[in-house]
């Protein structure tokens, strides 16, 4: 009886200590992954220099969907969209606290690309913003410039609107998902904490729902149409998965999954459409110094 005593006290102690020491944040971040995410997130306003590197992958296949024969136009986007793939990657070099990059990329986008990249396999492009211009070209043509200035009489209040809505976006987004904290991983030479954020469709909608109704001045929307939309998305994933530098809390790398699974679609009984979205970017020299300059 003695000995049973003695290994329940033990196993006792030992589940103690254990709990204990889930309870501790992991280094500089609390234990709740929500609450972390939420610091993670408000961290990354400290980071004004970067070289960015993403590449995204795009895909679509369509079941079932009704043609018109009296349309031509949207029985070829119909056939289009039967089984459609795109990737892209782009890197260079941002500046966000001038809102200024240098950008270069290449697309695939099915059978447009050739039509595009006149007989290439690929798109290529470049994008430059200095100041209040934006520089662009496709290929090797000639550069195109287009002036992005905004109007000095409306951009405080856009500040303070932009201001409002990301408040009520982190408020939506916070009500709407669930973070998880994964095993650590080291990312180019970084070692770094991995979370998890999954929205759930329905939830978002919900949110988004609630934040429409607190505006006195907006048109409620339809029941029904809600209720289509999700039926719609109701099998929908959204992950947003986050590698961040365990001494500074800086994102290193990010995937952005969404996957959509559209079933019960308007006039088209049966059918189905799946929507596959991925995106990964890597984040390096993180508030080193760049030099971006207009195309000469």
């Known amino acids: ?115 595009l990249a006149q007989g290439a396999n690929k798109l290529t492009f470049d994008l430059i913003k200095v100041g209040d211009t934006m ?41 709407a998902a669930k973070a998880e904290k994964l095993a650590d991983e080291n990312i180019g030479g970084t070692n770094t904490y991995h979370y998890k954020v999954t929205l759930d469709a329905v939830s978002l909608i919900d949110q988004l729902l609630a934040v429409a109704k607190a505006d006195s001045t907006a048109t409620p929307p339809d029941p029904a149409q809600v209720q289509q939309v999700k039926d719609l998305l109701k ?7 986050m590698w961040v530098g365990q001494d500074d809390l800086y994102v290193r790398q990010e995937s952005l999954h969404i996957n959509l699974n559209l079933k019960n679609i308007p006039n088209n009984p049966g059918a189905t459409v799946l929507v596959d979205f991925l995106l990964k970017v890597n984040l390096s020299n993180l508030n080193k110094p760049v030099n971006i300059v207009a195309p000469q």
Not at 13 to 33: E, F, I, R, W, Y
Not at 67 to 76: E, H, I, L, Q, R
Not at 235 to 241: A, K, Q, R
């Open 235 to 241: 099998d929908s994933v959204i992950e947003l998965d």
């Open 1 to 115: 009886m003695k000995t049973r005593n003695l290994l329940l006290i033990a196993l006792l102690t030992a589940s103690m200590v254990l709990t204990a020491c889930q309870q501790k944040p992991a280094g500089n971040v609390p234990v709740d992954p929500v609450a972390a995410v939420k610091i993670i997130a408000d961290k990354q306003k400290e980071v004004t220099t970067e070289h960015v590197d993403l590449a995204l992958t795009f895909s679509i296949q369509a079941t079932g969907l009704a043609t018109d024969p009296s349309n031509p136009s949207a029985s070829s986007a119909t056939a289009f969209l039967k089984d459609f793939k795109a990737n892209v990657t782009v890197g260079g070099d941002v500046d966000s606290a001038k809102s200024n990059f240098n950008l270069t990329g290449s697309a695939d986008i099915g059978a447009l690309t050739a039509l």
């Open 135 to 175: 520089y662009s070209r496709t290929g090797t043509a000639a550069w195109n410039s287009t002036p992005t200035g905004a109007n000095p009489s409306t951009t405080a209040s856009t500040s303070v609107t932009s201001t409002q809505a990301m408040a009520q976006l982190a408020e939506v987004i916070k009500n």
